[in-house]
């Protein structure tokens, strides 16, 4: 009986090859021997366990031929006399002499989705998990399933980034879990590209490679970073502060006080509204899709800040609640009718100019209008819209953004993070993505339209021109002091922002 050989797998790989749990997610960097993992974790399972049968699942077949067919082929030595397990091409299976069976699946359009229903499998593998939206992760989970009595598992291997980013981050890297989640069930090993021995004595340049990459990419692809990826197409974003940046400009203070005050950050804790700053309301409508309302504090400086959602959602991301419009709107009166910093307010909406068309009857402009819920047209340009994002979003010299978000809009946060650039329009959103709220927020901003931040300018004073009409050194003056921006106080007292509200 010919013999497999498999060569020594790393510290990283060997705690994947023997972890027990029902979801074990490998992976988190460049260059971590993933695949590799994945492919002897199968061959394995199968050598051990006469009959189960298991499934290694791609985006696309060509990525299934490339990373996983040709090198099982060879390891096992399909086709050759000492075989280990026989190859068929016409149903993409590996049949071992002991029964055992490994499938090849690709997902990577909705009208795959079908293949998988009635598919029943011991042990799945899902490779690049990322690239697949939670949606599909729910499918592929109902598939592992059978009465063989053996357990059932599923291995999982990604990068930071993808559509997938989202869910993954949330069970495996933040360990978020919704009720019938089983925090037990769940493990994350990280393997970054120092941990492949393999690869550093056969590339040891490789390293130098991924360090010369663009930051962000750099980031995610050799240091695993969950927070910050290549492609995110809101790159200002950041729901802690940015503490790198922070130090940068001479800022010392913890994340607390940057928080508190408002800097390097956009998320930031709720507090009272000043009951002179105008409110107003951006919608996005959907139905099988999430809709999507914010409402919206203006300071006298004219910052933005979202302090209510509602959000149209199920509890699977990206699926709408579909309730027709009468019943949005009249949602939409009674928040507004009963919430302290709503009630009595003249609020200005605006909304995607689609609401106002009425071709099928009455548009659903109308009917909010019914039930006293007005919006204007937006104006729907997308790429100066997204450019009017950006420039809030972007934080001046002392970390100052002109948009920010309270911590109790939760929509908001989960999902502009996740939104990639679309690989054909590439200074667009990709409209796969969950883009309810920031296509509402694009309104908002066109109807706010501000002028990009100032850059820093360099200290070219005593090296210009202009140094031949100075009779002072600039280097000799103290700093100029730092404007402390508007606070809200209540009471003779600063808000604490520890009033918080969640619709």
């Not at 050989?5 to 988190?28: A, M, N, R, W």
């Not at 974790?41 to 049968?53: D, F, H, N, R, S």
């Not at 300071?299 to 699926?319: A, H, Q």
Request: glycine content about 8%; some cysteine; overall charge negative.
């Amino acid at each position: 009986m010919p013999e497999l050989q498999i060569p020594q797998p790393s510290e990283k790989q060997q705690l994947f090859l023997t972890d027990e749990h029902k979801y074990v997610c490998f992976g988190g960097a460049r260059g971590g021997g993933k695949s590799w993992a994945l492919r002897v974790k199968a061959v394995l399972l199968c050598e051990k366990y006469p009959g189960i049968l298991c499934c290694i699942v791609r985006k696309t077949y060509p990525e299934l031929r490339a990373n996983h067919i040709r090198q099982l082929k060879a390891l096992l030595r399909c086709g050759q006399k000492d075989a280990l397990a026989r190859y068929n091409d016409s149903d993409k299976s590996l049949t071992f002499p002991n029964g055992s069976v490994i499938l090849f699946r690709y997902l990577d359009a909705e009208s795959d989705e079908d293949r998988f229903q009635g598919t029943e499998v011991d042990v799945l593998f899902l490779d690049e998990a990322t690239q697949q939206p939670e949606r599909r992760w729910n499918i592929l989970k109902a598939c592992v399933r059978g009465v063989n009595g053996y357990p059932k598992r599923i291995y999982l291997s990604c990068n930071p980034g993808g559509v997938g980013h989202e869910w993954v981050k949330r069970l495996f890297i933040d360990r978020r879990f919704k009720e019938g989640e089983n925090p037990d069930d769940y493990a994350f090993i990280q393997s970054l590209v120092t941990d492949n021995a393999a690869l550093m004595r056969e590339q040891p340049d490789y390293v130098e490679q991924l360090r010369s990459l663009p930051p962000r990419q750099r980031e995610a692809w050799l240091y695993g970073r969950w927070d910050i990826f290549e492609g995110q197409f809101f790159e200002e974003l950041r729901l802690e502060p940015d503490l790198a940046a922070a130090e940068k400009a001479g800022c010392s203070l913890s994340p607390e006080e940057l928080r508190r005050e408002h800097r390097w950050t956009h998320v930031i804790e709720p507090f009272e509204i000043d009951p002179r700053w105008k409110i107003c309301r951006s919608f996005d409508w959907g139905y099988r899709r999430p809709f999507s309302v914010g409402w919206w504090a203006v300071d006298y400086d004219g910052v933005v800040y979202r302090i209510l959602e509602l959000y149209g959602c199920t509890g699977t991301p990206n699926e709408g609640v579909k309730w027709v419009p009468e019943q949005v709107f009249r949602e939409v009166a009674r928040i507004e009718r009963e919430h302290r910093w709503l009630r009595g307010k003249r609020i200005r909406g605006v909304a995607d100019p689609a609401i106002w068309n009425a071709e099928r009857g009455e548009s659903i402009a109308e009917t909010a209008e019914k039930l006293g819920v007005y919006f204007e047209k937006g104006d729907n340009a997308r790429l100066p819209g997204w450019m009017q994002l950006h420039y809030r979003l972007s934080f001046d010299e002392q970390g100052f953004a002109r948009l920010y978000v309270f911590s109790n809009c939760r929509a908001f946060i989960r999902t502009l993070p996740t939104l990639r650039y679309d690989p054909l329009r590439p200074e667009d959103l990709d409209t796969d993505g969950e883009d309810h709220i920031a296509d509402e927020t694009r309104y908002l901003c066109m109807s706010r339209p501000v002028a990009p931040g100032q850059a820093a300018m360099p200290d070219n004073s005593n090296t210009g021109p202009l140094r031949l009409f100075l009779d002072i050194d600039e280097r000799s003056l103290p700093p100029a002091p730092r404007l402390e921006r508007m606070r809200v106080v209540r009471g003779g007292e600063e808000a604490t922002g520890k009033e918080q509200d969640n619709t």
